[in-house]
């Protein structure tokens, strides 16, 4: 895994999603290494959102785009 850096979501809240599924007990490890595929994750869904928002000619994204683009990318 790369280096984590200050982009990186905070722990708190993924150490809180962990927690929510289930675990008892989490490493620091797990904990950076679920923030860095959320990032990712959120990452490739903003990219695909914000083309939606271009190819429809506007430069908002909506709800909408990133409905779709969680779908797509999803699907991968």
């Given at each position: 895994?790369?280096?984590?850096?200050?982009?990186h979501?905070?722990?708190?809240?993924?150490?809180?999603?962990?927690?929510?599924?289930?675990?008892?007990?989490?490493?620091?490890?797990?904990?950076?290494?679920?923030?860095?595929?959320?990032?990712?994750f959120?990452s490739?869904?903003?990219?695909y959102?914000?083309?939606?928002?271009?190819?429809?000619?506007?430069?908002?994204?909506t709800?909408?785009?990133?409905e779709?683009a969680?779908?797509?990318?999803?699907?991968?």
């Open positions: 895994m790369p280096q984590r850096s200050a982009k979501l905070p722990l708190a809240p993924v150490y809180r999603i962990i927690k929510e599924a289930g675990a008892e007990r989490v490493s620091d490890a797990a904990k950076e290494r679920l923030a860095y595929y959320l990032e990712k959120g490739e869904v903003a990219k959102a914000a083309d939606l928002a271009r190819h429809a000619k506007r430069k908002t994204v709800d909408r785009d990133i779709l969680v779908e797509a990318v999803w699907k991968k």
